[in-house]
Every structure is written in structure tokens, then in C-alpha cells.
């Protein structure tokens, strides 16, 4: 394990999650407004490309509540349920996914992108210079 990802798994779920978002930002993804009927718990962001509009494939993208425990399938299920045709999904779960997960995955209602502590430091690695100051700071400590 590298310090990265040692430093990833010691943050808090709201830095995590500024910190995906951080990095989202840096991959050219910006948030948008997710109708209230539509809204998900508050981990969940829907992003989008930053060249075009609302109505390209969304990337909705959740963090796990708990850091350390295992994702499951269930929680796959529920996090890609009823989300609209295109939508594309990413989860990061800094404990790791099971196996029944990792396999179903990609057949899920919306495909889904797993993410462990090392997946995002390794993506970090390869946008930190698009990373802004604030991002940054959350993995320099």
C-alpha cells in the first residue's frame, strides 16, 4: 500500500467525497442540478461532461457511507436502480467491493465503474496537474 492510499482511506467520507468531486472536476466533469423527486442520499453527484449540455450520458457517481466495510451487490443494485437510459455509474468504496460485485457489475442497469482506495489514487496520480489547490491539499494532509 502506498501512502496515497493510506492517506486516502484516513480521510472522512465528506473529504472523500470533495475529493472524487476534486478529481471529477480535474477530468472535465462538472456537477448538476439533480431534480428533488430524483435525488439520491447525499453522497451520490450526477456529473457531466464540461464541453456539452445536460443531455449527454451522465456519470452519477457515489462514495461508500462506510469506509472500511466491504460494497456489496445489494448496495450496487440499489445505487443503479432507476437511474435513466445512458446513465453510466462509478463507485468508490475505500473497503473494497465482493466478489458477486465485482462481478455483476458491468450488468447492472447502469454499468458501473468500481473504484478501491488504490483505483483513485492512481487516477489522482494521472490528473494531478488538472487538480485544483483545494483537491490537492486534501492529499497532501
Known sequence: MDDWTERLEQLGTADRVR??????????YVEVAVPEEDARPWL????????GGE??????????????AETDLDELEAFASGRRAGDR???????GFSAEARERAADLSVPVMLLESADLAERLRQHWGALDPDTQALLQG
Do not use: I, K, N, T
Open 44 to 51: 451520490e453527484r450526477v456529473m457531466v461532461p464540461a464541453a
Open 89 to 95: 455509474g462509478m463507485y468508490v468504496s475505500p473497503g
Open 55 to 68: 443531455d449527454l450520458p451522465r456519470l452519477v457517481v457515489g462514495v461508500a457511507r462506510d469506509p472500511s
Open 19 to 28: 475529493l472524487v468531486q476534486g478529481l471529477l472536476r480535474a477530468m472535465g
